[in-house]
Every structure is written in C-alpha cells, then in structure tokens.
C-alpha cells in the first residue's frame, strides 16, 4: 500500500526566506505525486504534479519541486516566501493504473513571521 | 459551476441523529471522491464514484456511512446515528476520468457532533 511521510509538523520562516517542506513516500514503483495547499477553513488547493518526464516539477504561487527516485523524496521548494503562504501543505501520492486513489500525509503547517 | 460546491458548509449534529451533506462536481468531471479530515490529520479516503458506479468504498468507517451518486453528478454522504467520533471536515473533490489529472476539492462540510 502507498503512504506518505511529512516529518516537519510545524514550520516557521521568515518572510523572504528560503522554504523547502520535506516529502517521502513508499509505493512500489513510480507514483504519481502532489503537494497541496490548505488555508484555514478551506479546501484544498493544488499546488504542481508529477507524473512522469521533467524530475524538477513547476507549480503555481512560484513554488517547485523535485522527484528523487533514490531517495524517494518529492520536496517542495520556494525560495522567497510570502506572508501569504501561510498555510498547511500537504504532500499526497497517486497509484498508476486504476481510478488514481490518492493517499495524503499528514501536513506540514508553515507560519511566516515578519 | 466552475468549482467543486459543498452544502452545508457547517453541520452541528446532536449524538444519534443521521445527517446527509451534499456535493457538486465540476460539470463533466467523471470521477468523484470522498475524504475525512480529522482536526490536525490529513485527509483520509472513503469512498470513490466512477460516474454513477460507486467502485470503491474501502475506506468508509463504518455501516453507519452510505454515499451515493445516483445521475453520475451530484454525491450524498449519509452518515446515521451520528457518534462523537464522526466530528471531522468532509471534503469532496472530482476529477476528469483516467489518469495523470490532481483533484479539484471543494471547501469542505464542518460536521461538529455534540
């Protein structure tokens, strides 16, 4: 079964700062993978995909990400973040073949402080 | 419409009463998802719609939830004799058929049971 680990719970950068939310995954080939954005008391937002080709993925807002085989690992990136980034992000693995049931992992909260 | 539109977006329930909340796909969106977020958690699958073909409902808690989309377009998540447990945001979210495409969700139906 696929899962996804997010180890950082909280994170806090100062705006203008460099971001990078750390992403692993266990799938037992190559997954789809997704990072969303959820601001408080909405849904959520998709940020940038991969699905094959291009291993470094380009997003909305500015943000990027990088699918790293032998690490398993798809983390995010930007690297000058907005007071209006605040938010939690969620990073999210897809099965090939079928209906593409996703399977989220538990969020990364990030506060931006002035 | 243009988004993914969920009803009621707040649902106060007193213990052992059933509920139903409501979703609207994006028009032509083939596929139709369900998910619970518990307060601090990601969210976890429940259940999945191909069109009116309800193909996967591994992730429903128990006999106590139902969904059901009957025309292939609007979804019903019925949930009976509502436990404390059951407290969480319940996020629909739609897509085009086959793969490579990331979810649109919608903003989420708050169910507070009391």
């Known amino acids: 079964a696929q899962s996804v680990t997010q180890p950082d719970i909280h994170i806090t950068v100062s705006e203008g700062a460099s971001l990078e939310l750390r992403c692993n995954y266990s799938?037992?080939?190559?997954?789809?993978l997704f990072w969303y954005v959820q601001s408080p008391g909405q849904g959520l937002q998709l940020l940038l995909k991969?699905?094959?080709?291009?291993?470094l993925v380009q997003g909305i807002k500015g943000f990027e990400a990088e699918f790293k085989r032998s690490q398993s690992s798809f983390n995010l990136r930007k690297p000058s973040v907005h007071w209006s980034d605040a938010a939690e992000y969620f990073c999210?693995?897809?099965?090939?073949?079928?209906?593409?049931?996703?399977?989220f992992g538990t969020g990364t909260k990030l506060q931006v402080i002035p | 419409g243009a988004g993914v539109s969920q009803s009621p977006r707040y649902k106060v329930a007193k213990r052992g009463q059933d509920v139903a909340l409501r979703c609207d796909p994006i028009?032509?969106?083939?596929?139709l998802f369900w998910y619970q977020q518990a307060l601090g958690q990601g969210p976890e699958f429940l259940t999945y719609?191909?069109?009116?073909?309800?193909?996967?409902k591994s992730g429903l808690p128990s006999d106590r939830f139902f969904a059901e989309r009957p025309e292939g377009s609007v979804s019903t998540l019925k949930i009976q004799r509502t436990q404390q447990e059951d407290s969480a945001v319940y996020l629909c979210?739609?897509?085009?058929?086959?793969?490579?495409?990331?979810?649109?969700f919608g903003s989420g139906t708050r169910l507070t049971v009391v």
């Open positions: 979210a739609s897509s085009l058929s086959g793969q490579g495409n990331g979810y649109t």
């Open positions: 799938y037992g080939a190559t997954p789809y």
């Open positions: 991969y699905f094959s080709g291009d291993t």
């Open positions: 999210a693995v897809g099965a090939r073949g079928g209906y593409q049931k996703v399977t």
């Open positions: 028009s032509g969106h083939v596929s």
């Open positions: 719609f191909q069109n009116e073909a309800q193909l996967d």
